[in-house]
């Protein structure tokens, strides 16, 4: 038996969308990190980007469970001694809800230059149902209710 590899003239890359109404944070993100990084495919190699592109919409209606509307913050560092900000879920969620999605998933990805690689090209977030990737054709992406419901 040899050791598959992929080459990059058997990368296939596809689009998809998801819309993110009523979605769990953690459970989209996780879905999502999954394919932008191409771990759903069979021909999966973990040293290269064999993931699909991913368009999330309504990044503004996502939900998150327990306390974590209230207690949730994001920490950012402006690079001076003791300049720590912390921004609250819910600011954080009004003035820029793409971010709170693309945090998500950039947790769930290796803190690598592949990871990051995959970041920036693969992902977009949009806060509301328009995007301007309408030639793309995506394909729509649902996740099991199993998954959904929580």
């Not at 064999?50 to 327990?66: E, H, P, R, Y």
């Not at 560092?77 to 998933?105: N, S």
């Not at 920036?120 to 977030?125: G, H, I």
Request: no cysteine; charged share 25%.
């Amino acid at each position: 038996m040899k050791t598959y590899s992929a080459t990059p003239k058997d990368i296939d890359r596809r689009w998809y969308i998801v819309d993110a109404e009523g979605m769990v944070l953690g459970r989209l993100a996780s879905e999502v990190a999954k394919i932008i990084r191409g771990k759903h495919k069979p021909m999966y190699t973990p040293h290269m980007d064999t993931g699909d592109f991913v368009i999330v919409i309504n990044a503004s209606k996502v939900q998150v469970t327990g306390r974590k509307a209230e207690q949730k913050t994001y920490f950012s560092h402006t690079g001076y001694m003791g300049h720590e900000k912390h921004t609250p879920f819910a600011t954080m969620l009004a003035k820029h809800p793409e971010r709170i999605i693309e945090k998500a998933v950039y947790g769930m990805l290796p803190k690598t230059t592949l990871g990051r690689q995959v970041l920036r090209r693969k992902l977009r977030v949009f806060a509301g149902a328009e995007h301007p990737h309408v030639a793309q054709n995506p394909a729509k992406l649902t996740f099991s209710s199993a998954e959904a419901s929580k």
